[in-house]
């Protein structure tokens, strides 16, 4: 007697979102099932992993990260075409960390320079992120979603102290829009209601829940944008069928495990093989719960991902 599966079926569905333009143009969500469950309806579109550059050199990355990039990380434009064409990733995403007051306090004008240069030396999708200062990153990304206009570039994060003012400039430029709200899901819901109340179409809002690394809380990331993605598919919540970003490396690479040094621990093994593990850990974790989008640093982190995803898709 022949098995048949039982199967769910689902009344909503994650908004298909494209990235770029020309043909390196990139479309995440679309599905209309759980991650991965291509057996009861459609997952069209493969989940996006975007390798992380920043605008400055990453002196407070752990060295087994740093060592990866050595040659390039000086400059965010070396760097954004070995990722793209050396590491064959599908899309980057630009820290705009050197403009947090707290760091080097480059200026609005020097982060339109820097977009400007890696856009025009790349071909794949940008994501151009702030350094996470609310009032820094208003002044920011209000100038650099001007110098993209019509690039179709992914802008954030949008917050809830500073979401009016960068939502509009990327409306008026035509970015999507990332809206980050930190871990719980009445306010991710809350700002991405405020945030279309403004006119942006929700169906160009990407929804970032915030991260935590493996053993620092991600079963309770894990639990939000589970929560996030059934509420999107159960309830056809049209507020929460938004793809669903992980920024897995600056939450991954801080943490002790991905720190330290063996001789401290040689009881955990090989620190490099430890934190590429960590961070490949984390990100297949959110990609189970809901994750379209994952930020990554470590080049054979990103890589074992991608593997786990040939294998389920």
């Known amino acids: 007697m022949a098995f048949t599966p039982s199967k769910e079926s689902y009344a909503g569905k994650v908004y298909a ?82 403009t947090h007051p707290d760091r080097e306090n480059r200026s609005a004008e020097d ?18 992120l702030g350094s ?5 990153d208003t002044a920011v990304l209000v100038a650099v979603a001007e110098a993209a206009k019509d690039r179709n570039c992914v802008i954030g994060k949008a917050q809830e102290a ?6 509009a400039a990327a409306m008026a430029n035509n970015h999507k829009l990332i809206a980050m709200s930190e871990l719980d899901i009445n306010l991710s819901k809350q700002l991405n209601i405020l945030i279309s109340q403004m006119g942006f179409d929700k169906e160009k809002l990407i929804t970032d829940p915030m991260c935590s690394a493996l053993g620092y809380g991600l079963e309770y990331t894990y639990s939000v944008m589970e929560r996030i993605r059934l509420a999107a598919l159960t309830q056809n919540d049209v507020t929460m069928q938004q793809p669903l970003l992980g920024d ?36 297949t974790a959110l990609l189970v719960s809901g994750a379209e989008v994952l930020i990554m640093r470590h080049p054979k982190a990103a890589e074992a991902v991608e593997k786990v995803i040939d294998e389920l898709v």
Not at 256 to 276: V, Y
């Open 248 to 283: 897995v490396g600056m939450y991954v690479w801080k943490v002790k495990e991905t720190q330290a040094p063996e001789s401290d621990m040689p009881q955990w093994g090989s620190a490099e093989e430890r934190g590429i593990l960590w961070e490949a850990e984390t990100a």
């Open 162 to 167: 500073n979401y009016k003012t960068i939502a």
């Open 132 to 136: 996470n200062h609310a009032e820094k």
């Open 111 to 128: 982060a339109v320079k820097t977009v400007k240069d890696v856009l025009a030396a790349i071909s794949v999708p940008l994501i151009v």
């Open 17 to 98: 979102l494209t990235l770029g333009t020309g043909d390196k143009a990139v479309t995440v969500g679309g599905e209309n099932v759980l991650p991965f469950h291509s057996f009861e309806g459609e997952t069209p579109n493969r989940p996006l992993v975007a390798m992380e550059v920043q605008d400055v050199p990453p002196a407070d990355w752990p060295e087994n990260v740093r060592k990866a990039y050595e040659g390039v990380s000086d400059d965010p434009v070396k760097w954004a075409k070995h990722c793209q064409d050396v590491l064959k990733a599908r899309a980057i995403a630009l820290r705009l960390i050197g």
